[in-house]
């Protein structure tokens, strides 16, 4: 058996069995106090495991877990599970549910943004059609907007807050066409990374809402200018 480090991880593996027996690697937790392990399938090639173990962080804050994936960032209640990631090109998202009262959230992040209004700089009114019109085909239903100034990671971003229902989708509930009321959905349009991104959340009447800041690391709102 071999073995090596890579950042806090020790790896090990059988170099003379590398196509039969998969490549281990621990690391310990000492803020989390917990042993991790990752194994990868056999004939895993060396350049991908060491790029998948320097890029992983601990992820040991209490009552909260980090995600980043796909260029979505984001920092949860740890009872919010990863129901679905979908990895479409240029429009990732990812939904996770509470396992306290089933809430709902989603956060999607869409390239190419000059491409989809065309070339011009949109206006919160804009930002909001335009997440209207992706959300359609699961059957959102906006009820008001909002505009808002913010920034991410200090650059300045159009923006708009939006409530709206959805259908609850879960177990039986999605046979009855109940839905749920009440969503918030944080849009905004980022010109330097030339991207569109969402924070959307939704539940039971009175339900916890997660602030946006929170939740979206690098997140700072503006005072709009009175008109």
């Known amino acids: 058996v071999r073995t090596r480090e890579v950042g806090p991880w020790l790896v090990g593996d059988v170099p003379a069995a590398r196509g039969e027996i998969p490549v281990q690697a621990l690391a310990w937790d000492r803020a989390g106090a917990t042993l991790l392990r990752w194994i990868f ?72 943004a000059g491409m ?50 959805a259908p609850r989708e879960h177990h039986g509930d999605r046979f009855m066409a109940r839905r749920w009321h009440g969503g918030a959905a944080l849009v905004w349009h980022d010109p330097a990374l030339n991207r569109v991104m969402s924070f959307e959340q939704i539940g039971p009447r009175g339900r916890a809402e997660i602030p946006a800041r929170a939740a979206i690391p690098g997140l700072s709102f503006e005072t709009p200018p009175r008109a």
Do not use: Q
């Open 41 to 112: 399938e056999r004939g895993c090639p060396e350049s991908e495991i060491g790029a998948v173990l320097s890029s992983c962080d601990f992820n040991s804050a209490p009552g909260s877990r980090e995600y980043a994936l796909f260029g979505i960032r984001a920092v949860l209640p740890d009872d919010f599970e990863a129901e679905e990631v979908v990895a479409f090109p240029a429009a990732p998202k990812m939904v996770f549910e509470s396992g306290a009262d089933r809430s709902r959230v989603v956060l999607r992040r869409w390239g190419m």
């Open 116 to 165: 989809r209004f065309d070339g011009r700089s949109p206006d919160p009114a804009a930002v909001a059609a335009f997440w209207a019109r992706e959300t359609a085909r699961e059957k959102t239903e906006p009820a008001s907007v909002e505009p808002v100034a913010l920034l991410h990671e200090g650059r300045t971003c159009t923006g708009a807050k939006i409530s709206f229902s």
